[in-house]
């Protein structure tokens, strides 16, 4: 079946005309003195935070498992003893 083209289109909303809002005169003035006034959000960076001494930092670190199995056999603390050991490789 094809389009009806029967109806009426002279209420058609595109062809009513366009009209142009004007812009609120105190909508403009906020959005202006707001631009001008906010103070931007400010992000510290992780370089600038302060670390107090001793501070450990979680990571995830992939090593061979007869690596993993030194460390641990000889019980609790095998995390302390890969840190002594990471820190003599990079001369601390």
Known sequence: MGRDD???RSRDWRDAPRTR???????AAEKAFKA???KPAEVPSRTAAVT???AKETVTLRI???VLDFFQ???????DRINAALRKAAGK
């Not at 809002?21 to 909508?27: L, M, N, T, V």
């Not at 056999?73 to 995390?79: A, F, I, K, L, R």
């Open 73 to 79: 056999e000889h019980g609790p603390g095998w995390q």
């Open 52 to 54: 107090p001494p001793g």
């Open 36 to 38: 001008v006034t906010t």
């Open 6 to 8: 029967s109806r009426d």
């Open 21 to 27: 809002r004007e812009p609120d005169a105190r909508a």
């Open 64 to 66: 061979d498992r007869d």
